[in-house]
């Protein structure tokens, strides 16, 4: 008895080649049925893919256009403290990492070709690679000589720095700030108000230094934040529910077209399980025809999705900005991801044929009539 | 002892003496005891098979007759391992049937029992080989040795020119020899065969059961078939007359009157 269960082992183990075999063959010999059901496939998943890849163009695209009008406030903002910039000189004192939007800040101070004497404090604040050829690096307590304005960007905390000793040999004594979190330490507390963007200390204290702080960031209004973010919430269940109601569709678009495909093989089937074939081996032949399916029709879904979103964004807000500003890398996820969810589908849709395939009477095989 | 020798009495005699030993030495391969079945509708049963018993003995060839609804087909699952009865044993190499499930019935069928059926059911997609080393795969045999024990086989039913062509590209006799090809795939001990002349003509028709019975003297195998044909009728070493769900009849071709009405 155990060597028969073996050999019946052996009989469930070998023949997955044979499987691949008989389902390439009988995939041949069906294309018009197989491109269908490929078909089927390939629209849900273009539809799935073109809803992410259009979600991710259109995120790219208002991430882009929001950096460029903060960098464009930033810059009217100083540019109205300190005036044009051109062959002066500007202080940088970077407190930590420059987020994306100080990065291109301080290469929009450098397209207007000041001298740029850059300061760093702290142990975060490391001068970007493709700006320290154009800068100056100095020390702290250097950054004001002869500048017109000194910016302050950086995640970091406001620079323990005496702002007037600092500014005394400034041509104009003007701070300003990338973030209002990293505000200077020696400044009143009162001058530090959310929201506006300029205060001057001057007046503030009866005989202070006169510097000027200049707030660049602006915060958004909450009421703002929480619009904004209740309409991502609408967006995304709206997406969600046209995604899952396209892949139901195509779910069972395969389940039929593979019941289909069964009782077209009622003959094959009962006369393989004859020849002695297990059940498994029949589940075995679907489930593999349906995953090469659901990979085939997948992967060919992903492609138009993507070029069919990508194209719907690229005619409305121009190619170059599209492309360039599009997140590649969760594109590329999604699209290893939509291919996933094909093959995935395809194999739960492929489960009750299977079943229903393996659980035949061979001597169906005998009937002639079928 | 006491009764005169008379010659025909010797005979007679010497007769049951040689021939019921050599009988019982033969193996029985397949018994089947007061088999029934009952196949359930909704709320009707339908008797299909009302206790048959029958044996069935190595290297035998027996016909099974039987006008349609007669149970036969049902016999004919059972002895193939195709299906359980309701009632009875059925033993298959002495193994009764009922005690396997569905993956050791697969071995059976796979190992011992060959199947041919009257429209061939090779697989279109594949060549004759493919269609030969298709059970050998099942049964753990793969690659060359696959390849050229289904060569050898293709050839011993006279298909050895045809090894590489699909079952489209051949006629109805060569479909059929290569259906034989591929129940002979592996080694069985039976061949149950279902109205195998039936989709061919006369002459083709001969030739199969002339092929068969090769078969059956070359490689011992038991040969079980179904059939209204006269010409393998008179071939077979046994016919059973199935009726009712019963087996009404069991006799040698040499003791049937073909002529009369009862094959017409």
Redesign the interface.
């Known amino acids: 008895m155990t060597q028969?269960q073996k050999?019946?082992q052996?009989?469930?183990r070998?023949?997955a080649?044979?499987a691949l075999d008989?389902v390439l063959?009988?995939i041949?010999?069906r294309l018009g049925r197989s491109l269908v059901t490929i078909m089927g496939v390939v629209l849900g998943i273009a539809f799935l893919m073109s809803i992410l890849a259009g979600q991710l163009a259109k995120e790219g695209v208002s991430h882009e256009s929001d950096l460029r009008a903060e960098v464009g406030r930033m810059m009217n903002f100083l540019t109205a403290e300190a005036g044009p910039l051109n062959e002066r000189v500007v202080g940088v004192v970077q407190v930590g990492p420059l987020s994306e939007a100080e990065n291109r800040f301080v290469k929009a101070i450098l397209a207007q070709r000041p001298k740029v004497q850059w300061a760093t404090v702290g142990g975060n604040a490391k001068i970007p690679a493709e700006l320290a050829g154009a800068v100056q690096a100095v020390a702290v307590d250097q950054v004001g000589k002869e500048a017109t304005a000194v910016v302050v960007a950086g995640d970091g905390p406001a620079p323990a720095v005496d702002w007037t000793a600092i500014l005394a040999n400034a041509r104009q004594k003007v701070v300003g700030l990338a973030r209002g979190t990293a505000a200077p330490t020696s400044a009143p507390a009162a001058e530090m108000e959310s929201n506006s963007s300029t205060s001057s200390s001057a007046s503030a204290s009866s005989d202070a230094p006169a510097y000027t702080t200049v707030n660049l960031s602006r915060q958004p209004r909450p009421e703002e934040t929480a619009a904004a973010l209740k309409e991502a919430t609408k967006n995304r269940f709206r997406s969600t529910w046209i995604i899952t109601i396209a892949l139901a569709v195509t779910v069972i678009g395969i389940t039929n077209s593979m019941l289909m495909s069964v009782t077209e093989r009622f003959?094959?089937i009962?006369?393989?399980?004859?020849?002695?074939?297990?059940?498994s081996?029949i589940r075995q032949i679907f489930l593999i025809e349906s995953s090469l399916v659901g990979l085939v029709g997948g992967v060919a879904g992903t492609i138009f999705g993507t070029l069919f979103a990508l194209a719907i964004y690229g005619f409305t807000y121009g190619f170059l900005l599209v492309l360039g500003s599009i997140n590649w890398g969760l594109l590329g996820a999604s699209a290893v991801g939509s291919v996933v969810v094909a093959l995935v589908l395809s194999v739960i849709a492929a489960i009750y044929p299977a079943r229903f395939a393996s659980r035949m009477?061979?001597?169906m095989?005998?009937r002639?009539n079928i | 002892m006491t009764q005169a020798a008379t010659p025909q009495a010797t005979a007679a005699r010497l007769e049951r003496l040689f021939e019921k030993p050599a009988a019982q030495q033969r193996r029985c391969i397949i018994r089947a005891v007061d088999v029934k079945k009952v196949y359930r509708m909704g709320n009707t049963e339908t008797q299909a098979l009302r206790g048959a018993s029958l044996d069935i003995f190595q290297g035998e060839y027996l016909s099974i007759m039987g006008p349609s609804g007669s149970g036969k087909?049902t016999l004919?699952?059972m002895i193939?391992g195709?299906?359980k009865p309701s009632s009875g044993k059925v033993y298959i190499d002495q193994v009764d049937i009922a005690q396997l499930d569905?993956?050791?019935l697969?071995?059976l069928?796979?190992?011992k029992i060959g199947?041919i059926?009257?429209?061939y059911?090779l697989?279109?997609?594949?060549t004759c080989l493919e269609n030969v080393t298709?059970?050998m795969?099942?049964?753990?045999l793969?690659g060359d040795e696959a390849r050229e024990k289904g060569i050898a086989i293709l050839k011993l039913v006279g298909l050895g020119h045809r090894v590489l062509h699909k079952p489209s590209e051949l006629s109805g006799g060569q479909q059929q020899r290569c259906a034989i090809a591929?129940a002979l795939?592996?080694s069985p001990e039976i061949v149950l065969a279902?109205e195998p002349t039936a989709n061919l003509d006369q002459k083709t028709g001969a030739e199969m059961i002339e092929l068969l019975a090769k078969l059956k003297i070359e490689l011992g195998v038991t040969i079980v078939s179904a059939t209204h044909d006269l010409k393998m009728l008179k071939r077979s070493d046994r016919i059973l007359w199935i009726a009712d769900g019963r087996i009404v009849k069991t006799a040698r071709p040499e003791e049937i009157d073909f002529n009369s009405g009862e094959f017409h």
């Open positions: 028969l050999e019946i052996d009989q469930v070998l023949p080649k044979v008989v063959q009988g041949k010999i003959r094959e009962g006369t393989m399980k004859c020849l002695g074939a297990l059940s081996f009477v061979p001597a095989a005998l002639t | 087909s004919f699952n193939g195709l299906s569905h993956n050791e697969a071995w069928r796979c190992r199947y059926f009257q429209s059911n697989i279109q997609v594949m298709l059970p795969s099942f049964a753990g793969e591929r795939a592996n279902d």
